[in-house]
């Protein structure tokens, strides 16, 4: 199963199970942006991050290379969604405030996806990339769900997958860095029934499905009930978010 498959099959449970990324996170990328006519969400899945950007900017293109996931996506009146890979767009030249990429840029062609970024980046503008870190709810439900799905699923992560587990520590971007004076999270109420659904649009979870013939995370549910108590009730689920930006030359 290539990448594309991974994230093409069930791509509505995408929509239904992934966490919304925080609203002060936007907020952040408006401050440090200089214009808010156009912004380019890149890799937008089902939209999630651009229908934030559309809260500070007067238009936003969002782009997937899955059809399937543009199919799912948030209709907002100020985004127009479209199928086109990250490296090549049909985007005029500097024509884009800000460029977003969540949870995504470990898989591109960075080399290539940074030469369109500098060509459709207008000066000034932003180029803002993110990603979040392994979630924590309580002790005892994490150290379940470390030894009964991430240990079993670790080799079926792709390799870009690493960069991002790795927190883009090694991600170099095109431009001079902006210097990050905050420090985001996500956090959300869920069941446990949310939190199963959010594992299985893992790509990792879908090549062990794939793999074996099973779904890792049906052991994770038989294991998670017993220490949940009420499978009903939510719990605070928390994600460390990791950003980096900077800003193309005047």
């Known amino acids: 199963m290539n990448n594309i498959q991974s994230f093409s099959l069930n791509s509505e449970q995408y929509a239904k199970h992934r966490p919304q990324y925080p609203?002060?996170?936007?907020?952040f990328l408006s401050e440090i942006s200089?214009?808010?006519d156009r912004a380019w969400d890149c890799a937008t899945g089902n939209g999630q991050a651009a229908i934030s950007c559309a809260k500070f900017f007067a238009h936003v293109e969002a782009t997937d290379i899955s059809v399937e996931q543009i199919q799912h996506c948030i209709i907002h009146?100020?985004?127009?969604?479209?199928?086109s890979p990250a490296e090549h767009t049909p985007f005029e030249n500097q024509s884009f405030d800000l460029v977003t990429v969540a949870l995504a840029i470990h898989w591109f062609d960075q080399e290539n996806f940074f030469q369109e970024v500098e060509r459709v980046l207008k000066p000034k503008g932003i180029l803002a990339v993110w990603g979040y870190g392994r979630l924590e709810i309580e002790h005892e439900?994490?150290?379940v769900i470390t030894k009964t799905l991430l240990e079993p699923i670790d080799r079926f992560w792709a390799s870009g997958n690493r960069q991002l587990r790795n927190g883009y520590r090694d991600l170099v971007l095109p431009f001079d860095e902006i210097n990050i004076p905050k420090i985001f999270s996500m956090k959300v109420e869920w069941n446990l029934q949310q939190l199963l659904g959010y594992y299985r649009t893992?790509?990792?979870v879908k090549r062990y499905s794939a793999e074996l013939g099973n779904d890792p995370v049906d052991q994770l549910e038989l294991k998670l009930k017993t220490i949940w108590n009420e499978p009903d009730k939510t719990k605070l689920v928390q994600w460390p978010l990791f950003l980096k930006a900077s800003r193309k030359p005047a």
């Open 202 to 204: 893992w790509s990792a």
């Open 141 to 143: 439900i994490d150290e």
């Open 34 to 36: 200089e214009c808010h």
């Open 23 to 27: 609203d002060e996170l936007f907020l």
């Open 77 to 83: 009146h100020k985004i127009n969604y479209s199928v």
